[in-house]
């Protein structure tokens, strides 16, 4: 159980905590728009890892020549459709009377916030990291360093919800207290506490809900 006593922040990981999928491009999108993309979901996906994702290309880029369609409708109506934690909004407004809230995500800012304003979250953030804002990535830690930086506290008052082992790594030795909320209940977050769903989360970590 993590020890909250200096705990004043929390952090959700936005692809597999709030928006409970994984493969958000090789699966999601090219379900989605099974028949109508026009370039093969391998490039499509090296476009959003490594253009949209870090900030190096643009949504006009990115979207050039994959649909013979207005893309910025398509790209609404795909976000709109995205599997979100059904407790997300339930959660986020008990720990918001307590806590500060964050999002944190290799996601680009232009698709998150449209899905987090329509689950009712959006305003109850206090900030949010993405990596296209250059704040690097999750992978190399700049990503948690400016996200305790943009909430004006030492990392070891923020608690990350994440559902990679690697990333908690990764924020846990930079001083932030973590917890584990796996898409797949088989995954070994040890020695990390792991959740099944955001439910669980005010208990699991002692946190004030009240």
């Avoid at 099974?34 to 476009?47: C, D, F, S, V």
């Avoid at 992978?139 to 919800?161: K, M, S, T, W, Y």
Wanted: glycine share 4%.
């Amino acid at each position: 159980m993590t020890n909250n006593n200096n705990i004043t922040a929390i952090a959700f990981d936005m692809i597999g905590v709030l928006v409970t999928e994984e493969r958000l491009i090789s699966r999601g999108f090219d379900d989605f728009f099974a028949g109508r993309l026009l370039l093969p979901i391998a490039t499509i996906k090296e476009r959003y890892d490594d253009g949209l994702c870090p900030g190096t290309m643009s949504r006009d880029e990115f979207w050039d020549g994959i649909l013979d369609a207005d893309w910025h409708a398509a790209e609404s109506e795909f976000l709109s459709a995205r599997a979100f934690a059904p407790d997300a909004e339930m959660i986020s407004a008990l720990l918001s009377r307590h806590y500060d809230l964050a999002v944190i995500s290799d996601m680009p800012r232009e698709w998150a916030e449209p899905i987090l304003a329509q689950h009712h979250i959006l305003d109850r953030l206090t900030t949010a990291a993405f990596c296209n804002d250059g704040n690097g990535s999750k992978h190399d830690g700049r990503l948690f360093q400016a996200l305790a930086e943009q909430l004006q506290r030492p990392a070891e008052e923020i608690l990350l919800v994440d559902d990679r082992p690697a990333n908690l790594t990764t924020a846990h030795e930079l001083g932030y207290h973590c917890i584990c909320c796996p898409l797949d209940s088989s995954v070994d977050a040890r020695p990390f506490t792991t959740i099944q769903s955001l439910s669980d989360l005010p208990r699991a970590a002692s946190l004030r809900s009240d």
